[in-house]
């Protein structure tokens, strides 16, 4: 998938409302495979609806998004399980984690969806626990983790699939400013290997990368 259309969508618990200002919102907008967006929101403006609405989660929503000049609007159940299986990865900002697995059993399930040999080699998904911090915490429960340390591992999850986008909401909440550079550091590198672009979105404290378009809700 090279890009993503959306034209004058909005969602429908917004459409009483005359005062939408918004850089996305009822705007045609245009989303390139290989690039970087951030979104900024403040809170209730729709951006995990957003989100949620390009992963066709949700179609509660007037107006069109577009793969590749297609309208999503009738896809079939078996396109959007395609869709999500090899074209978008998306780090829920509820992070949607099973609590009663350990973190690498949260990993492993997303690594195997596309082939039973994972997508990514486990010596890969190592040193990524490593390098944020948690690898003490591959064996443990999720649900005893905290929410910074399950962020992490959603993060290693999210990248355990092949993508064309991958969708971060909120990914930095609970991090420190260190744990935050080698987040943003681990996403554009394997983003780059597989030349997929990135839409993250905030309501303040964002990830830093080098956006190439930053959009206000």
């Not at 066709?56 to 309208?71: A, M, V, W």
């Not at 998306?90 to 690594?111: C, Y």
Request: one cysteine or more; proline letters at 2%; glycine letters at 6%.
């Amino acid at each position: 998938m090279e890009k993503i259309q959306l034209k004058h969508t909005l969602p429908n618990v917004f459409m009483a409302r005359a005062d939408i200002h918004s850089d996305i919102w009822l705007q045609e907008v245009e989303f390139e495979k290989d690039k970087l967006y951030l979104v900024e929101a403040n809170s209730g403006t729709g951006k995990s609806s957003l989100c949620s609405f390009i992963y066709g989660y949700r179609q509660d929503y007037q107006g069109e998004i577009l793969f590749d000049e297609q309208s999503t609007r009738n896809f079939s159940v078996k396109q959007w399980v395609d869709i999500r299986k090899k074209h978008f990865s998306l780090l829920w900002q509820e992070l949607r984690m099973f609590p009663e697995l350990t973190a690498m059993e949260n990993v492993e399930i997303k690594n195997k969806l596309t082939g039973m040999m994972g997508f990514q080699k486990k010596k890969t998904i190592v040193e990524w626990f490593e390098q944020l911090g948690i690898a003490d915490k591959m064996d443990s429960k999720m649900g005893k983790m905290s929410f910074g340390q399950q962020q992490r591992v959603a993060l290693i999850r999210s990248l355990c699939q092949p993508f064309d986008f991958i969708f971060v909401d909120e990914p930095i909440s609970h991090l420190d400013d260190t744990n935050s550079e080698i987040m943003g550091r681990l996403l554009t590198a394997e983003a780059k290997r597989q030349g997929a672009g990135i839409i993250a979105t905030s309501i303040g404290k964002h990830i830093e990368l080098n956006y190439d378009k930053v959009f206000r809700l």
